[in-house]
């Protein structure tokens, strides 16, 4: 079956780094658009980082722009979001996604999805 598994979260003061891994199995992984979302709590699910198929193209949210850099290694079914220069409000679950469809910012274009890692940056 499908499987995304994140890793990598933990607990992290502001200023600091974290890299996020998502391992993916059960699907041609480098047919897929990758997408990192974000969900702080009372928040909706938003727009991290995206990549292309290849890892030719990526784009990023305004608010991690310049902080944020994600990543991908299609032989190892693997997406990464290399987080520096934490700030507390980067304070969320972090999920990974894939998708088939246009407009990668989109939360309900995905086709699947991880569970999701928590990440908590301490002012």
């Known amino acids: 079956q499908v499987q995304l598994v994140e890793s990598g979260g933990g607990l992290v003061q502001a200023g600091g780094s974290l890299r996020l891994s998502c391992a993916a199995s059960g699907f041609t992984f480098s047919s897929y658009v990758m997408g990192w979302f974000r969900q702080a709590p009372g928040k909706e699910r938003e727009f991290a980082a995206a990549?292309?198929?290849?890892?030719?193209?990526?784009d990023a949210a305004d608010s991690v722009k310049g902080r944020f850099t994600i990543s991908r290694d299609n032989a190892k079914n693997t997406v990464y979001l290399q987080m520096n220069s934490l700030k507390p409000e980067d304070t969320a679950v972090y999920y990974c996604?894939?998708?088939?469809?246009?407009?990668?910012?989109?939360?309900?274009?995905?086709?699947?999805w991880g569970q999701g890692t928590q990440v908590t940056v301490s002012s």
């Open positions: 990549i292309s198929e290849s890892g030719g193209n990526i």
């Open positions: 996604g894939a998708t088939k469809r246009g407009a990668h910012y989109r939360p309900l274009n995905y086709d699947y």
